[in-house]
């Protein structure tokens, strides 16, 4: 158990839908990030918070969005679903926000367009 | 463009004996690299590390070489075991404004035979 929270696990819904994925970090990490994982490929850095404010971007899509609240949680929130948009979803934390320190990830939530 | 290379999609290896993952990477502004360890259905977790000033990294059973020149690391695992089985990405970072970016590779499925 890495600590890291991700709900739903599975979400399922249609194409030009919106959805939120919520992600609660270890406890004393400040740090949260997100990737996606479509079929057969790395995971892809889409964008990171510290501290509640943004850190680092990927190549995150203008439909896409997320935030870092007060009590560290995060939420990510893509809109306007497309077929491609399909994925896992990860969330991870560390306690601070540089390279260096180990990214401890969720289960992740399999979001399904059809 | 992939900057994180894993060129063997899956590796075979008899219990006992060593595994050898590999990885490439193109960006020369990588100063640190990671191993992740994922099961199915699990997120990734945090094996070992190494920075850009040293060549090796020891941790138990888990050595990870780094040659710079070369912009090639590998994970050896020694003896491998059955519950070594899993899916091993790399991933890179690097410093300045990435902050804790991580750019991971591919992938690959490591299967270990009694």
């Known amino acids: 158990d890495s600590g890291v929270t991700q709900t739903p696990k599975h979400l399922i819904t249609a194409t030009g839908q919106r959805v939120t994925l919520r992600c609660s970090p270890r406890?004393?990490?400040?740090?949260v990030y997100w990737y996606q994982q479509s079929l057969d490929q790395g995971l892809q850095f889409l964008i990171q918070?510290?501290?509640?404010?943004?850190?680092a971007k990927g190549n995150i899509l203008e439909r896409f969005s997320a935030q870092q609240f007060p009590d560290l949680h995060s939420e990510l929130n893509l809109s306007s679903l497309e077929l491609g948009d399909s994925a896992l979803y990860f969330c991870?934390?560390?306690?601070?926000?540089?390279?260096?320190?180990?990214?401890?990830f969720g289960d992740g939530t399999r979001l399904s367009i059809l | 463009d992939q900057q994180v290379k894993q060129n063997s999609p899956s590796l075979s290896v008899q219990e006992g004996r060593i595994s050898i993952l590999n990885c490439d990477y193109t960006?020369?502004?990588?100063?640190?690299f990671l191993w992740y360890k994922k099961y199915p259905a699990e997120g990734p977790t945090f094996l070992i590390s190494?920075?850009?000033?040293?060549d090796k990294n020891e941790d138990g059973r888990f050595t990870v070489f780094l040659n710079k020149s070369a912009k090639h690391l590998s994970l050896h695992i020694v003896p491998s075991q059955p519950g070594d089985s899993a899916v091993y990405f790399c991933?890179?970072?690097?410093?300045?404004?990435?902050?804790?970016?991580?750019?991971f590779g591919q992938g690959t499925i490591l299967t270990v035979h009694p």
């Open positions: 190494i920075s850009s000033i040293k």
């Open positions: 406890s004393g990490d400040l740090s």
């Open positions: 918070y510290y501290n509640g404010e943004e850190r």
């Open positions: 960006n020369s502004m990588f100063d640190y």
């Open positions: 991933a890179a970072g690097a410093g300045g404004t990435s902050y804790g970016k991580l750019t």
């Open positions: 991870a934390s560390s306690v601070g926000g540089v390279r260096n320190q180990p990214q401890h």
